[in-house]
């Protein structure tokens, strides 16, 4: 029989648990001698009309006539007989019925008929296929058939009923089912038999399970339907019991059933060790009493390499344990616990099934005296013994053409074998979790490379120098998504000063880890170069713009997209001075040494990569002790709540001043963030300091040659003042070429009224500051031997430890810094 056939019995069958035939009762000369109710609704003809006539007379053509006396006379195939058929109902109309007929044989050796009918109009379309009307009856409709007396003894039965239920004709002939076959099913069942004969009410799809003998492993599942048939004067003349086979249907009901269960309890996370035990929990107890789920090498567990661990009573460690499920608490089945490595024999069918990638089926599990168990795993050998292991599947994991592990199956209590169902059920189910795995594994991959790339690019000893410490913390996202792009840094700056630096590229993994990178290592380029904070944003956003456009794809231009968010401060600790700004990043919070917590009001900005600047800085005056904090939105973000809320929420963690900056940075985190995080946490804090009056030095000289001794003079003298003698000789020299330099160049206006300023700190280093009226940068020349000018800036680099120029308001001003000693 072909796929298509195969289909259409398949649906008969099922069609037959749903749908209550009419039921008439024939004699070997197709007399009807038993008429059910339902055959009275169905054409309309009650017991007393019909009981005693041909059956042949109900037919419409003459063909369905010969059809039907054909296959009584020859009984050819045992006389079962089904096609489509016309019969005039009692009113007049002729119907279109389906007709199965089957031989019955008796106790007496007479043979009798069972024909049951339904309308063909009240079908599905399917079941009057033409194809169906070709099959030979036995090998369609599968159907048993028992017509029991009034007091429920067996009478007539068809040759499939015996084959189905288990009980041989002469064990079943005379007798009622509770003496034929003991049990609770037979009694279940006489008791819908009585019900029916003294309702004429059929009952229909009563389940019970076949009548097989206890040492045989395999059991069948049949439904039963129950019809009333009546005599000529209406009175029960007995019952008639359909059943139907519906075993393979139950069975393939329970495996959708299971395989929607994996699909919403497979993979919840992107834990490969969860997701090991979650197979293993739904394949006990539907499939198996026992189940173990061992994960390879290949699959990243953050656990010992196996190869280190080395073999063990000449076992190799092929695994380690993921899953482990058992009908039985404690699995007292496992050598293994969940976690353990799992030592294998060279050969055996677990490391056969990882080197071939092909499923090991044993229905029949050989536990003889010579197999591999006995020659090299006795200890696995008594388990198997000890708990009654009869049946064995061991399934391998696949994802990308490599093998992940092997998922065992084992039947222990249930006393039948698996079958080749139960492996492709098994095979699909395992499916399910290499997907969960493969993903887990490659979320494992990327998130480690991404975490390392970005821990390499944040700063590992960020400090504030001498204008304020520091403390932070960085959580990263614990999502399925990867972590995100959060970046913060701390950068010192000319003159003591700090900036300080946070931001957030939109998106997920390992491309923001390195678009991160980027924009952090042009964020430390664009600091060094002391612009105020709203140009050094503007200048990043331009960089985003660039790299975005060298990313591009010149088909799709309009498809790649780099956006961030940032927050920049400046804080200088001799004015006790922040200056900052923000593209599209929320804003700090200022904790005065009291606190108190605010949240200056500071132009937004919109994020960077937009092209919708300018930027705006704003300038606050803070009170030395503040605590600065600077923080992505994942610290205050929560899905149900509104930002707002999260800056409360944010504002009361912060409020408490008893708290070392330390403690404050790790409590505040701790009571903020989502657990577990569905982002990257970042949070810097900055507690201010201030320098000191007699840390700082400055003069004002006019724009005349002539102030350059003096300048050096004054220098000169508050080094000796500071205890730094040593250092005033080449002091000395870049005072004298930097005060030159800005009264040769410093044109500014060209005012007459114009000055030169001169600003000593002593920090942790010894900043030497020239300010003036110009706008342009000097610039490092490299002189030729017979110049006889350039060679300033070329000695101050020498000199000093760095050197630069920033502007400042009313001009520019240039510093050098020299190394202080560690006693200074």
């Known amino acids: ?148 007396d009034t007091h429920l003894r067996c009478i007539q039965v068809n040759d499939i009923q015996g084959s189905k239920d288990g009980i041989p004709p002469p064990q079943r002939l005379g007798r009622r089912l509770t003496e034929a076959a003991p049990g609770t099913d037979a009694e279940t069942m006489e008791a819908v038999m009585h019900r029916v004969l003294e309702s004429g009410d059929p009952a229909m799809d009563v389940d019970y399970q076949a009548f097989l003998p206890a040492n045989v492993r ?279 000063r700090v900036a300080l630096v946070v931001g957030d590229v939109v998106g997920h993994g390992i491309n923001a880890a390195a678009k991160m990178g980027q924009l952090r290592t042009a964020m430390r380029t664009l600091a060094d170069m002391d612009m105020p904070p709203d140009e050094v944003l503007s200048r990043l956003d331009e960089q985003v713009i660039r790299l975005t456009e060298a990313e591009a794809d010149p088909r799709h231009p309009a498809t790649t997209t780099m956006a961030a968010t ?40 919109a994020p960077l990569g937009l092209a919708l600047g300018p930027f705006e800085s704003a300038t606050f005056e803070l009170a030395e002790g503040s605590v600065l904090a600077l923080y992505t939105d994942g610290l205050i973000e929560a899905r149900d709540q509104d930002i707002s809320a999260g800056m409360n929420r944010l504002r009361a963690a912060l409020a408490r001043p008893h708290l070392t900056l330390d403690d404050l940075c790790s409590s505040t985190v701790d009571t903020l963030r989502a657990k577990p995080p569905s982002d990257d946490v970042t949070l810097l804090l900055a507690q201010t300091r201030s320098l000191s009056a007699d840390q700082v030095a400055s003069w004002q000289f006019p724009s005349d040659p002539a102030v350059a001794g003096r300048a050096r003079t004054l220098a000169t003298r508050q080094l000796t003042q500071w205890g730094l003698e040593h250092l005033s000789e080449p002091t000395e020299l870049i005072v004298s070429e930097l005060v030159t330099n800005a009264i040769i160049h410093g044109n500014g206006d060209c005012n007459s009224d114009r000055t030169i300023g001169l600003r000593l700190i002593r920090h942790e280093m010894l900043t030497c500051e020239v300010s003036d009226a110009g706008h342009s940068h000097p610039l490092l020349r490299h002189p030729r031997t017979t110049d006889e ?23 520019k001003l240039t510093w050098a810094d020299q190394q202080l000693p560690a006693s200074a």
């Not at 200056?579 to 200022?590: D, F, K, Q, V, Y």
């Open 566 to 605: 940032c927050l920049y401060v400046v804080y200088d600790p001799i004015t006790r001075t922040c200056t900052m700004a923000r593209a599209g990043h929320p804003p700090p919070a200022i904790i005065d040494p009291h606190g108190h917590v605010t949240f200056p009001d500071l132009p937004t900005g």
């Open 218 to 496: 395999s059991n069948r599942i049949l439904t039963a339907s129950f019809f009333r048939l009546d005599d000529a004067q209406g009175r029960a003349l007995g019952v008639c019991v359909v059943s139907v086979d519906v075993t393979d249907s139950r069975r393939a009901r329970e495996r959708l059933t299971i395989l929607g269960e994996a699909s919403r309890r497979i993979g919840t996370t992107l834990d490969v060790m969860q997701t090991g035990q979650e197979l293993a929990d739904l394949a006990v107890p539907f499939l198996a009493d026992y189940a173990t789920v061992d994960l390879a090498e290949s699959v990243p567990l953050g656990e010992e390499p196996l190869a280190h661990l080395g073999p063990q009573d000449g076992h190799i460690p092929a695994f380690r344990r993921a899953g482990l499920a058992s009908i039985h608490p404690g699995t007292p089945e496992s050598l293994f616990a969940r976690g353990e490595p799992v030592f294998v024999p060279p050969i055996s069918p677990f490391t056969n099934v990882l080197r071939s990638g092909k499923s090991h089926f044993e229905p029949i599990l050989d536990t003889s005296p010579g197999t591999w168990l006995d020659h090299q795993d006795a200890a696995r050998a008594e388990k198997i013994r000890k708990h009654a292991m009869h049946s064995l599947m061991v399934v391998p994991i696949h994802a990308r053409g490599a093998v992940l592990g092997v998922a065992v199956f084992v039947r222990t209590k249930d006393p039948r074998p698996f079958e080749k169902d139960d492996l492709l059920l098994a095979e699909e189910l395992v499916s399910w979790a290499a997907l969960a795995l493969d993903n887990a594994r490659q979320y494992v991959r990327e998130r480690s490379a991404a975490l390392a790339l970005q821990r390499l690019l944040l700063p590992h000893r960020a400090t504030g120098g001498s204008a304020a410490d520091v403390a932070w913390r960085y959580l990263p996202a614990d999502s399925h998504h990867g972590i995100g792009g959060d970046w913060f840094d701390v950068i010192p700056l000319s003159g003591a």
């Open 1 to 148: 029989m072909g796929s298509s056939a195969e289909t259409a019995v398949s649906k008969a069958s099922t069609a037959f648990e749903t749908v209550g035939p009419a039921i008439a009762l024939l004699d070997a000369q197709g007399m009807v001698v038993g008429w059910s109710q339902a055959a009275q609704r169905l054409v309309g003809y009650s017991a007393a009309e019909v009981v005693g006539r041909s059956a042949g007379a109900l037919l419409v053509a003459t063909d369905d006539r010969a059809k039907a006396s054909h296959a009584a006379q020859e009984s050819t195939l045992r006389g079962r007989w089904s096609d489509l058929a016309q019969v005039r109902h009692r009113d007049g109309r002729i119907i279109d019925l389906r007709l199965c007929v089957s031989s019955l044989s008796g106790k007496d050796g007479r043979d009798w008929w069972v024909v049951w009918a339904t309308d063909k109009a009240s079908l599905p379309p399917w079941q009057a296929e033409p194809l169906l009307a070709t099959l030979p009856l036995p090998s369609r409709l599968p159907i048993g058939v028992v017509i029991r």
């Open 789 to 811: 000018h350039g060679r300033g800036l070329f000695l101050v680099t020498q000199l000093s430890r760095r050197w630069g120029t920033r502007h400042i308001p009313d001009g």
